[in-house]
């Protein structure tokens, strides 16, 4: 499969895309018909552009606009030559406005109609999913379900026309089942839910066409969201006359009994993304082995807030809640708090999130990254609400919480405190699914911080820098990626 071109930056919800369909018709007078053959043509090159020696075609159409698309590369096959069926799963005789003419063409140009849907789809080279479109909000169930389940199993590729049916447009949630595409071809604007929870892994390669359609559709619409764009340089060089005080002192509060590597991880991470100085506040148990191996880390034994105040006073950036702990006599509360007493600048993880969501406070002057279980825990709900709508989630941790705030999984949002709309993130894979992933991340951004970048710059570089290791380190394979793979890799690429 061929690299897919750069995708706009903007991102929107499935109503505003209906707006800007409206728009093209209604003040700009592009006729319905003349959109759908483009999005037709648009999803015939996207074809051919991933499936270049393919030679047959089977396409399932749905009764709406989604299904016209279909008939439209349908014909399109046809004229090229290719073998075409069509599998309805509306009688066409029920079809009407844009989605009939279609379907006129179509036949008028002698495309077949297959009156069955077969178990598998086989006989076909690429199979084109125009079933169900972004007007989605209920779960899918009957004949839609059971041909859903039949595309999955499909050997060859599967294209999606504007959305895999099944997924929501605006949160990414698999509504019941959904298509799993190797390719989907996203007309006059992107969705935002395409780009996070089930939607990259749904989507596949994702490609854009703006039907060629002026700017002007687009101007009038709020942008929903942002996708941030791979990471492809590092930070500005550094003066030759620079000194270690210049990159600031990081500070990391975590690493109770039988929890000292997250806190280690944090701590190597920010010092290889520049940090000046890396201190390390952990419980005394291990202090005196944590900078075995990376012995340019200061460690230090604190049993209370008295012993940990001095360390913060040297200190310019705190991440706390790595390995931190819940129990220990309360030993983790009680630097949790000392830290919060503190004015510096602060990056919360882990069960710190969860100390947080049982005292809330609100502040400016932090980064929260939580994944969805912690999510769920500082906003009282579930983590299968919180995935249900990312998007509200973390409007909802920024609002009652403050500050800037990464919701991390598939898809990371960031939504900085002076930003109206996340960014997505959609760079790293599942090789990161495993245990300190988060800790490195923190490390990263809390070394950014002191570095000198702001909140939601150190937020969003972040997890942009985190996301390129976590896939170089993948690139021999996503089993068995340690969160340690990504150390040589962080340094690499900022200083890319």
């Not at 140009?109 to 125009?130: I, K, N, Q, S, T």
């Not at 919360?348 to 969501?357: F, G, I, K, Q, T």
């Amino acid at each position: 499969m061929n690299n897919t071109p750069p995708l706009p930056s903007r991102l929107y919800r499935a109503e505003q895309v209906r707006a800007m369909d409206r728009y093209a018709i209604d003040q700009l007078g592009v006729p319905g018909i003349e959109l759908m053959r483009r999005a037709g043509t648009a999803a015939f090159a996207a074809l051919r552009w991933h499936w270049p020696d393919a030679k047959t075609l089977s396409v399932v159409c749905g009764s709406g606009n989604n299904g016209g698309d279909g008939y439209m590369l349908a014909r399109l096959g046809l004229e090229a030559g290719m073998d075409v069926r069509v599998y309805p799963l509306a009688a066409p005789e029920k079809l009407h406005g844009e989605a009939l003419v279609a379907y006129q063409e179509y036949k008028a140009f002698g495309g077949p109609l297959l009156d069955f849907v077969p178990a598998d789809f086989e006989g076909a080279h690429v199979l084109v999913d125009g079933l169900l479109g972004t007007g989605l909000d209920r779960e899918v169930k009957g004949l839609y379900a059971e041909v859903i389940c039949g595309m999955n199993r499909f050997a060859g590729g599967v294209l999606a026309l504007d959305i895999p049916s099944g997924l929501h447009a605006d949160t990414g949630l698999v509504l019941g089942n959904a298509v799993k595409a190797d390719c989907t071809v996203v007309f006059i604007g992107l969705k935002q839910g395409l780009f996070t929870c089930n939607g990259p892994e749904h989507c596949g390669a994702v490609v854009f066409d703006d039907l060629n359609l002026p700017h002007a559709v687009q101007s009038d619409e709020p942008v929903s969201a942002w996708l941030l764009p791979p990471w492809q340089s590092g930070l500005p060089a550094r003066a030759r006359g620079a000194h270690k005080g210049n990159f600031g002192h990081v500070l990391v509060v975590g690493g109770a009994p039988g929890f000292c590597g997250a806190a280690r991880m944090a701590a190597e991470s920010a010092a290889r993304i520049g940090a000046g100085l890396v201190s390390l506040a952990t419980h005394p148990i291990h202090a005196a082995l944590m900078n075995i191996g990376r012995p340019e880390l200061m460690c230090h034994g604190v049993s209370n807030a008295d012993e940990l105040r001095p360390l913060l006073a040297r200190a310019t950036v705190v991440a706390v809640g790595p390995g931190l702990g819940l129990g220990q006599a309360g030993w983790g509360r009680v630097l949790f708090e000392a830290v919060q007493d503190s004015d510096l600048p602060l990056v919360v993880d882990a069960d710190a999130l969860n100390l947080l969501a049982l005292a809330p406070l609100k502040r400016d002057d932090w980064v929260l990254t939580p994944h969805p279980g912690e999510a769920a825990r500082l906003l009282q709900s579930s983590s299968s609400a919180v995935q249900a709508d990312r998007f509200a989630a973390i409007a909802a941790l920024r609002d009652r919480f403050g500050g800037t705030v990464v919701l991390k999984g598939s898809g990371t949002l960031i939504l900085g405190s002076s930003k109206a709309q996340p960014s997505i993130c959609t760079q790293g894979n599942p090789g990161m699914a495993s245990g300190g992933m988060g800790d490195v991340l923190t490390g990263v951004i809390a070394g950014l911080l002191a570095q000198g970048l702001d909140y939601d710059e150190a937020a969003e570089i972040g997890v942009r820098l985190h996301a390129a290791a976590g896939d170089k380190a993948a690139e021999v394979g996503e089993r068995g990626l340690l969160a340690g793979d990504l150390m040589p890799w962080l340094r690499k690429l900022v200083n890319q």
